[in-house]
């Protein structure tokens, strides 16, 4: 019998990354999971991989329609949640002279905006008991360079964690955050060279006290304790970094 037999789970950002090892690793212990996410082509590429018991809606969380969309497909489907991890995110380099005001307006509202509304939106299918995770970022305590609006936004949702604990406990709802180190996912050769998305990646490593990336799993059990197991906790940021922010 696995760990999350009975559990109905959406994870947004959940078609590749940390979202997707998420999904596996639910799946596996027996959850039923609904993953979104913007690509068609990925989320059908997540799907083959995760089997019968996971489904995808496409949609954009910076999208009130799509959520309200993601809503009635998940009530249809799943009717409860007993896990919600708002996970969908983008983080482009953001150096400081040339930001757009498009640049960070797409930033805020992917990371900040969806979020809420994720939550917003899906909090009237979660019961007692249930338990929603964000996941945050080291770059919303750490000062990195040419991070310094997505590292806002996750600063925005550390905060949310905070203080949507406090308007959903009332409904018995748990509310916490994952905050994520350096996790290899691939994003970095998508939006910079090869060449300097090596450099970075092998700086990142020198500098982590464990000296290496952590892994999808590592990520994914740490998201699911909050969810499912630490039932007299919310409110609060979980660290799964190798100690780069706290060594």
């Given at each position: ?217 590592e990520i994914a059990g740490a998201a699911a304790f909050l ?14 970094d190798g100690g780069s922010s706290q060594l």
């Amino acid at each position: 019998m696995g760990a999350y037999n009975g559990k109905n789970v959406v994870i947004t950002g959940g078609s590749s990354g940390i979202g997707l090892g998420m999904a596996r690793a639910l799946v596996d212990g027996g959850a039923r999971v609904v993953i979104t996410g913007r690509s068609r082509t990925s989320l059908d590429a997540a799907l083959k991989q995760l089997g019968g018991r996971a489904s995808a809606v496409r949609g954009d969380v910076s999208s009130l329609a799509d959520l309200d969309a993601l809503a009635d497909r998940v009530k249809e489907e799943v009717g409860s949640v007993h896990g919600l991890f708002v996970n969908a995110g983008i983080s482009p380099l953001t150096p400081f002279e040339s930001t757009t005001e498009a640049a960070y307006d797409e930033v805020f509202a992917t990371n900040a905006k969806g979020a809420f509304f994720t939550v917003q939106k899906l909090a009237p299918l979660m019961g007692a008991g249930s338990g929603v995770v964000f996941t945050t970022s080291v770059a919303n305590t750490v000062g990195l360079p040419d991070t310094s609006v997505y590292s806002a936004s996750k600063a925005a949702v550390r905060s949310m964690a905070r203080t949507l604990s406090a308007d959903l406990l009332p409904r018995g709802i748990r509310v916490n955050a994952i905050s994520v180190g350096p996790v290899d996912t691939g994003i970095l050769e998508r939006v910079m060279t090869r060449e300097a998305a090596a450099e970075f990646k092998a700086e990142r490593v020198a500098e982590n006290p464990m000296r290496r990336f952590g892994t999808y799993e590592e990520i994914a059990g740490a998201a699911a304790f909050l969810a499912f197991d630490a039932t007299y906790t919310t409110g609060t940021e979980l660290t799964v970094d190798g100690g780069s922010s706290q060594l």
